[in-house]
């Protein structure tokens, strides 16, 4: 069985801008832009938009915090796209959401829940991990 | 029936009021990313604070991380159904949120459809009145407090954002061109 990487080293390669356009899934979305540029792996670095509404989780059982809009804003989210040992790509986002009054609400978005609503913009660094063999 | 199960749901989508474009993501990128950290000045707007350092660097297309920090005044608006249904929202009227702590937030620093610099800023803050809310900032009537506030600035070579109207939404919004 393969050893689990607890530290891994690497660099940084190219950046990445992309505005989703509406009625996409945020989380999809992310991993799609990751094919189009040929990302396997990639780090947040900005990320701003509106959903229609934000379906969230916060705990491991993947129960819901449903925030309802529209429109949901996007505040500002922290998150990386991982591919695995069978190419499979996985967008894994924690963020912070604001509802039509401004209230604000966080957590995981869930794959499937969020539909953007008018635009959504992410800016994505390409991580290059240097001993992915060892 | 299996179609009515809980999984089967779907998230809820949008009818937009324009023609849609087949093309769902608009992506660019650069090769390598530039680096810059900006410190906002004391009295500044947080538009002119962020526009101004950069574009004396040649930057005038990136994303940025606004650190946290105390603001003088700010203004923010939310974004709820558009009544006149042009689109299918509409900011709100500002809402005075006065002596700010801005908790975090992203900026998007851009070209506008007239062709100055725009900035597009989401962000977390906690209001003059204790309460912590969230939306969209207007960067030129927001102004940075007493200290400086740090910012990540993440620079865009080859391309650049332009603000362009989106037959989709009906509205003007920020979409990546490549550099002629």
Redesign the interface.
């Known amino acids: 069985m393969m050893k689990p990487i607890i530290v891994e080293h690497g660099t ?14 945020l989380v999809r ?1 992310i991993e ?2 990751c094919l ?2 040929g990302f396997r792996n990639a780090f947040v ?6 959903l ?2 934000a ?1 969230l989780t916060i705990k491991s059982d993947g129960s819901k915090i449903l925030v309802k ?3 949901v ?5 922290a998150g990386e796209v991982r591919t695995d040992g069978d190419n499979a790509i996985s967008a894994t986002l924690s963020g ?9 609400n966080g957590g995981a978005f869930i794959p ?4 953007i ?3 959504f ?1 992410v ?1 994505l ?1 390409e991580w290059l991990p240097a001993d992915h063999a060892a | 029936m299996l179609r009515n199960s809980q999984s089967d749901e779907r998230a809820r989508a949008m009818a937009h009021p324009g023609r849609f474009n087949p093309i769902r993501i608009q992506s660019e990128h650069s090769d390598t990313a530039g680096h810059f950290r900006v410190v906002l000045q004391p009295g500044k707007s947080l538009h002119d604070a962020l526009v101004h350092p950069l574009r004396q660097v040649g930057v005038t297309s990136a994303s940025t991380t606004v650190l946290g920090g105390v603001f003088s005044y700010l203004e923010y608006c939310v974004a709820p159904p558009d009544p006149r249904k042009e689109a299918v929202i509409r900011y709100s009227d500002p809402i005075i949120a006065g002596a700010s702590y801005l908790v975090f937030g992203n900026a998007t620093l851009g070209r506008s459809s007239e062709d100055n610099p725009m900035v597009h800023c989401h962000a977390a803050v906690r209001r003059e009145d204790g309460v912590v809310m969230g939306g969209h900032i207007i960067p030129e009537k927001t102004i940075v407090g007493t200290d400086p506030i740090s910012v990540l600035v993440t620079s865009f070579e080859g391309f650049e954002l332009r603000q362009m109207y989106d037959p989709e939404t009906n509205i003007p919004l920020f979409q990546p061109v490549a550099s002629i």
């Open positions: 940084m390669g190219r950046v990445a801008y992309a505005r989703i356009s509406p009625n996409e899934d979305g799609k832009v189009a540029q670095r900005g990320a701003l938009g509106s229609v509404d379906s809009g529209p429109a804003e996007v505040v500002s989210i912070v959401v604001a509802d039509t009054d401004g209230t604000v499937g829940g969020n539909t609503c008018m635009t913009e800016t660094e």
